[in-house]
């Protein structure tokens, strides 16, 4: 189970620092109930972000692709590369939050979301 620390998440639109490149919204998949708290992933150690994984499941509905919603107000789709992300982007299984993805798994998708993720360390 992923523990998220709660002293790196960005609560105020006006603390990012990048807006046409951190997203706010992401279309996503998650089984357990669309949008229950908001889309969450293990992002850490930027700018190599070793140590990160999924944790909420990216869409992939588009022929494989997502549609991410940017703080400057643009939107934009991603088709997801690495096959590990959209077997985990496609899952419908509950319970699959328990065991996600991590970056050596999902290399190219992992840090594309990873980049664009507003965090105190990558605002």
Same mark, same amino acid.
């Given at each position: 189970?992923?523990? +998220?620390?709660?002293s790196v998440?960005?609560?105020k =639109?006006? +603390?990012?620092?990048? @807006?046409?490149?951190?997203? +706010?919204?992401? =279309?996503?998949?998650?089984?357990?109930? =669309?949008?229950?708290?908001?889309?969450?992933?293990?992002? *850490?150690?930027? $700018?190599g #972000? @070793? !140590?990160?994984?999924?944790?909420? !499941?990216?869409a @992939?509905?588009? !022929?494989? @692709?997502?549609?991410?919603?940017?703080? /400057?107000?643009?939107? =934009?789709m991603?088709? #997801?590369?690495?096959?590990?992300?959209?077997?985990?982007?496609?899952?419908?299984?509950?319970? *699959?939050?328990?065991?996600? $993805?991590n970056?050596?798994?999902?290399?190219? /998708?992992?840090?594309?979301?990873?980049?664009?993720?507003?965090?105190?360390?990558?605002?």
């Amino acid at each position: 189970m992923v523990i +998220l620390d709660a002293s790196v998440m960005i609560v105020k =639109e006006s +603390l990012i620092s990048h @807006a046409s490149q951190r997203y +706010l919204w992401v =279309e996503e998949n998650d089984p357990r109930g =669309e949008n229950v708290g908001g889309w969450v992933i293990d992002a *850490k150690n930027p $700018p190599g #972000w @070793a !140590g990160s994984a999924f944790v909420d !499941g990216p869409a @992939a509905w588009h !022929g494989g @692709a997502s549609t991410f919603s940017f703080a /400057d107000g643009h939107a =934009e789709m991603h088709r #997801w590369i690495d096959s590990t992300t959209v077997t985990y982007s496609l899952s419908m299984l509950p319970n *699959k939050w328990q065991s996600p $993805p991590n970056i050596s798994q999902c290399p190219s /998708d992992l840090t594309y979301v990873c980049n664009g993720y507003a965090s105190i360390q990558n605002p």
